[in-house]
């Protein structure tokens, strides 16, 4: 069992930064696969990025290319999305999410273990 925690949302004005913290206890996280996703007021909830066991391989959604980017400590159990360049568009709940893989994956049904969440809201 994996047990995963998000935490640096908050409220930041468009063209801002934010870094996003996903903190892993349990087994091995260093194992796993790692995604981030996000759900928006009435809407489904969305790929992000993801990161494989190493941290050698990402991959990111067409919206975040280029602003977002997903890295890894292993020694510390923990996934970084480090949010730049953040639009009203980027406002929705952040998840994290590790899957019992070492490969990255953009499916929800990759991932086995999810975290509650954190806000982040962008005003325009």
């Known amino acids: 069992q994996v047990h995963l925690v998000e935490s640096g949302g908050g409220l930041v004005q468009a063209g801002g930064s934010l870094r996003l913290s996903c903190a892993a206890s349990g087994r091995t996280f260093s194992s796993y696969a790692v995604g981030w996703f996000r759900q928006a007021p009435g809407k489904e909830r969305e790929f992000v990025a993801t990161i494989s066991w190493s941290g050698g391989s990402t991959y990111y959604a067409d919206s975040v290319k280029g602003r977002f980017t997903i890295s890894r400590d292993n020694a510390k159990n923990a996934v970084y999305l480090q949010m730049n360049s953040l639009k009203p568009d980027d406002t929705a709940v952040y998840y994290c999410?590790?899957?019992?893989?070492?490969?990255?994956?953009?499916?929800?049904?990759?991932?086995?273990?999810w975290g509650q969440g954190t806000q982040v809201t962008v005003s325009s």
């Open positions: 999410a590790a899957a019992e893989k070492s490969a990255y994956g953009i499916r929800e049904g990759w991932y086995d273990y």
